[in-house]
């Protein structure tokens, strides 16, 4: 299709383009339970990622990038909310019967509102796990003019659901029934995402991905995409929760979990290529800013095996620990009208810090409370570029979990629920990136430090009782 502007020119005079929107596009790829090397980027070696690697070199990498949680509710609800896991309303997965999460309560604001305030036509596809369909939580009472995907991330273990949500319509997938797979959801989503591109290619637009892929359960169809890995690697088959007549909410059965993970992150990558492609076809690629991120490190569930694919590369720990294998992300930007390509950042950030960037970059207005800091000028590489004291997280299972990114430092400590006097382990991360050596016992000042943090840097919820 033809680029959407009008050229005009005058004898003696320069060309001027008219028509253009100034303001970027935006696009924010969220991956689920993606480990920080499962792309090539980061340095995965056996699943191939040729898309993502490519915004890597056509856009800047970030090394040292955070998710707002080690889970998938109150990492979203962190993102949404520009609030780390100690602020943000959903602090935990704490689910609703028959269907959903706890939702965002009215008066909670999100930075999509912001931006469709600004003008912005903003539109959500894939997993939203922060409110039922009718609830405050919704969608579309969250800023979003448009939402397609899974509403409830309980539902989003099953890749062939027996429905997805339109709006506030149930739409049901034919031959998708617990007993029988026919329509592989990822791939429907996927094309509702493309089409909106298509449909607004005179912006500017906000659109939110948060794909499913790769979190369990372990299935792709029997595609190209498979192929590439069945019988390539050495297989631990896994037993779980099959399709079939008594099958409900769970993880399949998965003969080659390897094979099958790699190839659910190469049809991630796929997406993201096919995105890249749609913004192409409408001339738009130009002026659109393009993230991709995961909402936390990577999982176990279903026959995942992160030793295997070295998932969490130099780090300690996976999903559900504060340790950095818990946490730290990919987070990569393409901008090709802004950013330098090719670049890479160790300018320390997470989640909360996206929407005061973003709004910033769209010329919207702020957050009324938010504990981010924009990282435009890092991004943009202009201006000097303010630095958090720290950051922090909290999680509200296995017995409660509290950590602190501090400069160099990290500050972790476990069984926290109902007990602040619970130890506290410090770690030099230059000296130290896994995580092996407490040396709390040689920095009391550390401890003493990160205790007043974990202390005073969060509030009580009403929702998640610490």
């Known amino acids: 299709m033809l680029k959407r502007f009008l050229l005009i020119c005058f004898v003696g005079v320069n060309c001027l383009v008219y ?15 993606l480990g920080y090397a499962d792309v090539g980027a980061y340095g995965q070696e056996k699943i191939l990622t040729p898309n993502i690697d490519e915004l890597a ?21 962190a ?12 602090r935990g997965n704490k689910e609703i019967v028959p269907e959903g999460q706890e939702p965002l309560a009215a008066n909670i604001e999100t930075f999509v509102q912001n931006l469709k305030a600004a003008g912005y036509k903003t539109g959500a596809f894939g997993k939203w796990g922060l409110g039922m369909v009718g609830t405050t939580g919704d969608p579309l009472k969250k800023g979003f003019d448009v939402f397609y995907g899974y509403n409830c991330q309980r539902q989003s273990h099953r890749y062939y659901p027996t429905h997805l949500w339109d709006d506030e319509k149930r739409i049901e ?14 791939d429907l989503i996927q094309e509702k995402t493309l089409q909106f591109i298509h449909n607004n290619p005179d912006g500017p ?16 169809p029997n595609d190209d995409i498979f192929k590439m890995y069945d019988g390539k690697f050495e297989e631990k088959p896994f037993k779980g ?87 730290r992300t990919p987070m990569i930007i393409q901008w090709p009208a802004k ?15 996206v929407a005061p960037t973003l709004l910033q970059l769209a010329g919207a207005k702020g957050m009324k409370q938010t504990d981010g800091i924009s990282f435009a000028p890092s991004l943009l590489g202009k201006g000097k570029q303010k ?48 995580e092996k050596n407490d040396i709390a016992a040689q920095h009391p000042e550390l401890v003493k430090k990160a205790k007043k943090i974990m202390s005073e840097g969060r509030t009580e919820s009403a929702v998640f009782e610490w």
């Open 79 to 90: 993102l949404m909310t520009g609030q780390h896991t100690g602020h943000t309303y959903i």
């Open 205 to 220: 637009f906000f659109m939110y991905v948060p794909s499913v892929l790769p979190h369990a359960e372990l299935i792709v």
């Open 387 to 434: 630095k958090h004291e720290y950051l922090y997280w909290e999680f509200h299972e296995g017995g409660g979990k509290q950590g602190l990114r501090m400069g160099d430092y990290k500050a972790i400590r476990l069984k926290a629920k109902g007990n602040p006097d619970a130890p506290i382990a410090i770690y030099h991360l230059p000296s130290d990136i896994a």
């Open 57 to 77: 070199k056509n856009g800047k990498l970030y090394t040292d990038f955070y998710a707002g949680a080690p889970v998938c509710a109150p990492s979203r609800s």
């Open 173 to 186: 997938l034919e031959g998708n029934d617990l007993a029988h797979t026919n329509i592989y959801a990822p």
């Open 19 to 33: 028509g253009q929107n100034k303001k970027p596009n935006i696009i924010f790829i969220l991956a689920d339970d």
């Open 241 to 327: 929760n099959d399709y079939g007549p008594n099958a409900g909410v769970g993880y399949t059965s998965q003969a080659k979990p390897h094979a099958t993970y790699a190839a659910m992150v190469t049809r991630l990558d796929r997406h993201v290529g096919q995105i890249v492609d749609a913004l192409k076809e409408e001339g738009i690629l130009d002026n659109t800013i393009i993230l991709f991120t995961s909402d936390n490190g990577s999982h176990r569930e279903g026959g995942a095996d992160p030793e295997f694919f070295n998932s969490s590369g130099p780090f300690r720990g996976n999903k559900r620990d504060v340790y950095e294998g818990g946490v």
């Open 339 to 353: 950013v330098k390509a090719d670049t890479r950042s160790n300018h320390i950030a997470a989640f909360w810090d």
